[in-house]
């Protein structure tokens, strides 16, 4: 799978937008782009994943680059709540079993 | 989302003692189940994956026998940590899917913290 970067920490103003970036410039055709997060001490939650086109659900939005070389994960109004380790991670089906492999995240943190 | 339980969330035992976690997918079948572990400050690592009804493929350097998997229905998984010894403990996470498709949304459990006395 390919490998994705992300900075190592963000701060966010609660109430406005939050928008962090990921770069997997070696991603392939077939790999989706996925976004977890992880509160301290708590497993990592679901938040969306796409493939090629932009994506939003009630939690966030993903926009993919036309190149697909890059993405921004959003998340319209920060609140205290979203303080947490957020994970971008590129997974296709070429890897056996399609396995998430964590990398080191992007440390955000939300303040008032 | 999907719910994945995991149990215990917290457990200590003594150094030499095996412990049993367990995962299970609560609203869904769960073709596939993965383990995972997590130290302090650090990252998950991905440790095994497993298929109900076949053998776990464990990643390298992960301990076997030392970490048993039994994935014995679409909805439970087992990891046993035996004779755990002080360096074992860590955060223990597991993790459901229902298909082997990349766009299928893989489901976390809220982790099993281990301390081994």
């Known amino acids: 799978d390919a490998k994705t970067t992300q900075p190592t920490s963000m701060d966010c103003a609660e109430g406005r937008a939050a928008n962090l970036p990921c770069n997997h410039s070696?991603?392939?055709?077939?790999?989706?782009v996925y976004w977890y997060r992880q509160i301290h001490s708590q497993g990592p939650q679901y938040i969306i994943h796409?493939?090629?086109n932009n994506e939003t659900n009630e939690m966030a939005s993903l926009i993919i680059t036309e190149d697909r070389k890059s993405s921004t994960l959003i998340l319209p109004h920060a609140t205290l709540r979203d303080t947490a380790v957020y994970y971008c991670i590129v997974r296709g089906w070429t890897d056996s079993w399609g396995k998430l492999q964590f990398g080191a995240g992007t440390q955000v943190v939300v303040t008032p | 989302g999907a719910v994945v339980s995991q149990h215990p969330s917290w457990v200590i035992c003594k150094s030499g003692t095996s412990v049993k976690i367990e995962c299970r997918s609560l609203?869904?079948?769960?073709?596939?189940m993965f383990w995972y572990r997590q130290f302090p400050k650090q990252s998950l690592m991905l440790m095994a994956t497993s298929n109900e009804g076949s053998k776990a493929t464990y990643e390298q350097g992960v301990e076997k026998d030392k970490f048993l998997i039994n994935h014995a229905s679409l909805t439970l998984s087992t990891l046993t940590v035996t004779s755990a010894h002080p360096e074992d403990s860590s955060f223990y996470i597991c993790?459901?899917?229902?298909?082997?498709?990349?766009?299928?949304?893989?489901?976390f459990g809220a982790g099993t913290r281990l301390s081994v006395l």
């Open positions: 796409g493939l090629k």
């Open positions: 993790s459901a899917r229902q298909g082997v498709l990349a766009k299928n949304i893989q489901y």
């Open positions: 070696t991603i392939s055709g077939n790999e989706y």
């Open positions: 609203d869904f079948q769960a073709t596939t």
